[in-house]
């Protein structure tokens, strides 16, 4: 089935840090989100993408849908505490369709 | 609007019981999903709806598992006879068909079978 592979699996940084995280595919998704899922929460939406090539900010997050359609990243400038948590990648084939998403990445920060 | 509502929060049940949970999507989003979360894991795809039509379920929904949204608003997900495997996070979701809003998560169903 549809695979999401997400690296690092996990990151513990000094705050200020910048942080980077990425996911690829082995199959093109038409839609790439990225979410932050706080202990026992559902995911929160962080960034949503959708067109190849597109870059998106939201505050200190920016993210980008490879222009293979295949891959996307995230960063975070200038970490801080409450930063802390898994975020999630996640892609549909078309939007309203389901969701593929990846393992996660565990991110702690240092003070 | 307050999001997505899942009720109940948490869930302990003995091995061969039944549980219900609900699922109350944001009021003008037509298509809701379910979805199972184990620990270190991300979200697995159960199945969705369209309005009231349950338009594809994945393999890991097996026969103990069933789903309604039988007015087009709020769903249910049916577990028969719980086994211990079945213990996981349980995440509603929902999303317009069309648009640039993402899809919004509830804060999920903890199942513990014991």
């Known amino acids: 089935g549809q695979q999401l592979n997400q690296s690092p699996q996990s990151m513990f940084i000094q705050e200020g840090e910048d942080v980077s995280m990425n996911c690829t595919s082995s199959s093109i998704f038409n839609t790439w989100l990225w979410y932050k899922q706080d202990p026992g929460e559902g995911p929160v939406l962080l960034i949503a993408l959708y067109k190849a090539g597109e870059l998106t900010s939201n505050g200190r997050l920016t993210a980008q849908f490879g222009i293979t359609r295949k891959d996307s990243f995230l960063n975070i400038s200038a970490s801080i505490p409450s930063d802390v948590g898994i975020y999630f990648c996640?892609?549909?084939?078309?939007?309203?369709?389901?969701?593929?998403f990846g393992a996660g990445t565990i991110l702690r920060v240092k003070s | 609007d307050t999001g997505v509502s899942q009720d109940p929060r948490h869930k302990i049940t003995k091995r061969g019981q039944n549980v219900t949970f609900r699922c109350d999507p944001i009021s003008e989003h037509n298509r809701l999903y379910w979805y199972r979360q184990t620990l270190g894991q991300g979200p697995e795809f159960l199945t969705y709806f369209q309005n009231e039509a349950q338009l594809e379920k994945s393999r890991l929904l097996s026969d103990r598992f069933s789903a309604e949204r039988p007015k087009g608003s709020f769903s249910t997900l049916e577990i028969q006879r719980t086994e211990q495997g079945d213990s996981a996070m349980y995440l509603c979701?929902?999303?317009?068909?069309?648009?640039?809003?993402?899809?919004?998560f509830g804060s999920g169903t903890r199942l513990t079978v014991v």
């Open positions: 996640a892609g549909a084939m078309e939007y309203g369709n389901k969701l593929v």
């Open positions: 979701a929902s999303s317009l068909l069309i648009g640039s809003y993402g899809y919004t």
